[in-house]
């Protein structure tokens, strides 16, 4: 692993390979009477990019996103690899080996998570939350939690517990755990869909200019269209073939 | 690694005081089960061993008395203490010329009738350490004898004989000191335990003759050599009791021991362990198994806990050891709170028992052995239990993890 004196950005010129390299990418969910079926024909995603799932309720984003953000196993892949610094990763194998520790670590150096529903540790504080990722990491203590809290307008709230927080602001800290260990690509799922729209504005305005600074990859689920091109995404392809005798859903992601 | 799982243990311990109320349910409910355990244990190794160790220590078991006065020679002693089963043995002198009245030196009151028993170094009824009478000058009191004369350890006494001669009534008198006092449970009737020397002197004075050693007037004793009525006999161990007897009836010697009582006992003791070990058994794996279960399923509640840890790149060890630390410490405080609670009813029944306790010996005891081992036991059961959850919620993929419903 790069030590943390040599910032990803300036591994990043030296590197110029995709993020990540998917070709023929399939996963179905099945379940007694319905059944829902993912693929990804083909799809390039460049460092420093910033892309957007868009789709509605069900397509499949989370899915698509678990499996980018190495949560989990895809059923099939012609190639599925992970370049976020150095050598690419062949991520397909490291699940057929049952390497998690491996795919563990990739996750814990190199991505940075926010999940749909928060998943936010109910016994860690604001702070201590937004710090496990760096502590994780064995990361020294050099204010970057604070001031992330402090950004997200989490300043008050670092001695809280998640319980004591509303849910936009639960939202918030699973944003700034994401990014405190600055890791080189962020996915998001749906990072502000329990927040009003205002709210929800800001926060994204926000979270994007987070990233920004960090020069991360970005990859947000959302179905929310007008915010893709307001904040200037670039959106993948999709479309969604439902199929009510068969009870299958089809649904593609690409680009 | 070695980082990480110090974190992994950090956040264990967070979480096991953060949800503190939880935690106090599992230490209450381990230790619900482990204290009775643990107090069966303990009447076992106090209760059934102080039993036993009364049966094979007390000496009264041990005795071999004769029944019927005989005309025992020296020779014949000499044998019979060749035998290498055999604690103590010394000769009795007629039971009707062992007595003596007792009061303390000096005074008219409390005067005491004592039979008087021939006793020496190796007694097993003196005391551990007393002094074994000796000579013509010593005697040891029995506790009923000492309580009736007044008197304790080193005070002095006057001994008094009486023999009839020719129609006439004869005194003679001698200054005793108290050695020792053997305690009611070995001797309950009053007595003067004496050596061989002043067993002989009062026999011989009984008989009408002198004893030059206490100045007591009489014949003179002609020189042939005494013969003993009887014996004090105690085999060395309660094995050798029933061996010893038969060798005395094959001598034409009737004899009385404690032979059948010690089979019932040990009848009793044998069937009592039985029964002991069936239900700590039980015990023991109900006790394991409720431990194991509830330890595992505690893992099963924590699923997305653990599931965002391993997304956040926790390895397989280290999510093994969040739940292991969290049985680690719901072990040793159910195991501490269960021996505390076994001391304290161990305490409370000794005491209801106390009066019927000699000294050293109690109802409950529990043995640093046997705590050892149960916390050991305790501890390795609920590591294995909750490491192999553990290692299940690791096997779970984070995206099913995390997944909220
Ligand atoms: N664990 C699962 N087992 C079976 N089917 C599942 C599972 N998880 C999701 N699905 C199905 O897969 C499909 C895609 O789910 P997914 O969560 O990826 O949708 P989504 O696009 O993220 O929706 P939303 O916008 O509501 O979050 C859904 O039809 C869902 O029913
Ligand atoms: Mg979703």
């Known amino acids: 692993m790069p030590s943390i004196r040599c910032p990803w950005k300036r591994c990043l010129k030296e590197v110029s390979a995709p993020v990540y390299q998917v070709a023929e990418l399939s996963k179905a969910r099945v379940q007694a009477g319905s059944g829902f079926a993912l693929s990804v024909p083909e799809l390039t995603i460049r460092p420093g990019e910033r892309v957007a799932l868009v789709g509605d309720s069900g397509c499949g984003k989370s899915t698509l996103l678990d499996m980018l953000g190495l949560a989990s196993s895809p059923d099939g892949a012609g190639r599925f690899t992970f370049c976020p610094r150095g050598a690419p990763s062949d991520i397909p194998s490291l699940w057929r080996d049952g390497r998690s520790n491996d795919l563990g670590d990739l996750r814990k150096h190199h991505i940075g998570y926010v999940l749909q529903t928060g998943g936010l540790i109910p016994y860690l504080t604001v702070r201590q939350n937004i710090d496990l990722t760096r502590r994780l990491l064995d990361l020294p203590d050099d204010g970057t939690a604070d001031a992330l809290a402090e950004r997200l307008g989490l300043a008050g709230h670092g001695a809280k517990l998640p319980a004591a927080l509303s849910v936009g602001e639960r939202q918030r800290v699973a944003i700034g755990r994401a990014l405190a260990h600055r890791p080189p690509v962020i996915l998001a799922d749906e990072p502000t869909a329990s927040l009003d729209p205002e709210t929800a504005k800001t926060v994204m305005a926000l979270f994007l200019d987070l990233v920004e600074a960090e020069g991360a990859t970005l990859i947000v689920a959302t179905h929310d269209r007008a915010q893709v091109g307001r904040l200037g995404l670039r959106a993948l392809g999709h479309d969604l073939a439902r199929d009510p005798a068969a009870g299958l859903t089809r649904a593609r992601f690409w680009g | ?405």
């Open chain 2, 1 to 405: 690694m070695g980082t990480t799982l110090v974190q992994v243990t950090r956040l264990s311990v967070r979480d096991f005081l953060h949800e503190w109320r939880m935690s106090v349910c599992f230490v209450l409910a381990l230790a619900a089960v482990l204290a009775p355990l643990l107090i069966l244990f303990g009447l076992k190794f106090g209760l059934v061993d102080t039993l036993r160790s009364r049966l094979i220590e007390d000496p009264r078991n041990r005795e071999i008395k004769s029944v019927v006065s005989g005309r025992l020679t020296r020779d014949w002693f000499a044998a019979l203490e060749a035998r290498d089963d055999i604690a103590f043995l010394l000769p009795r002198t007629r039971a009707i010329a062992a007595t003596m009245t007792l009061r303390p030196a000096g005074s008219r009151a409390n005067v005491t009738r004592v039979e008087l028993v021939p006793s020496g170094p190796g007694d097993p009824l003196l005391p551990e350490g007393a002094t074994a009478p000796d000579g013509l000058g010593t005697v040891v009191l029995s506790a009923a004898a000492a309580r009736a004369l007044g008197v304790g350890v080193g005070d002095r006494l006057t001994g008094n004989v009486t023999r009839v001669v020719e129609g006439r009534r004869q005194a003679a008198g001698t200054d005793l000191g108290v050695a020792a006092i053997v305690p009611d449970h070995r001797f309950a009737r009053p007595a003067a335990f004496a050596a061989p020397a002043l067993m002989g002197a009062v026999e011989d004075y009984r008989d009408g003759f002198a004893v030059p050693g206490l100045d007591w007037p009489g014949a003179d004793k002609p020189d042939a050599p005494r013969v003993y009525a009887g014996f004090r006999l105690y085999a060395a161990t309660i094995d050798a009791v029933a061996p010893l007897r038969d060798h005395l009836n094959g001598l034409g010697l009737e004899v009385r021991t404690q032979a059948a009582a010690i089979e019932t006992v040990r009848a009793l003791d044998r069937s009592l362990g039985a029964v002991f070990w069936v239900i700590a058994v039980i015990g023991l794996t109900g006790y394991l198994l409720s431990l194991g279960a509830n330890l595992w399923a505690n893992v099963d509640r924590k699923t997305r806990d653990l599931g965002i840890l391993r997304l956040l790149g926790v390895p397989t060890g280290g999510l093994m050891l969040f739940p292991v630390v969290q049985a680690g410490l719901t072990a040793v405080l159910g195991a501490a709170l269960a021996g505390l609670a076994t001391l304290a009813v161990a305490a409370l029944i000794n005491r209801m028992f106390a009066t019927s306790l000699a000294e050293g010996e109690l109802v409950c005891r529990l043995l640093a052995a046997h705590y050892l081992l149960a916390v050991a036991g305790t501890l390795a059961c609920a590591v294995a239990a909750s490491a192999l959850a553990g290692y299940r919620a690791s096997r779970i993929e984070p995206a099913e993890g995390t997944r909220d419903v």
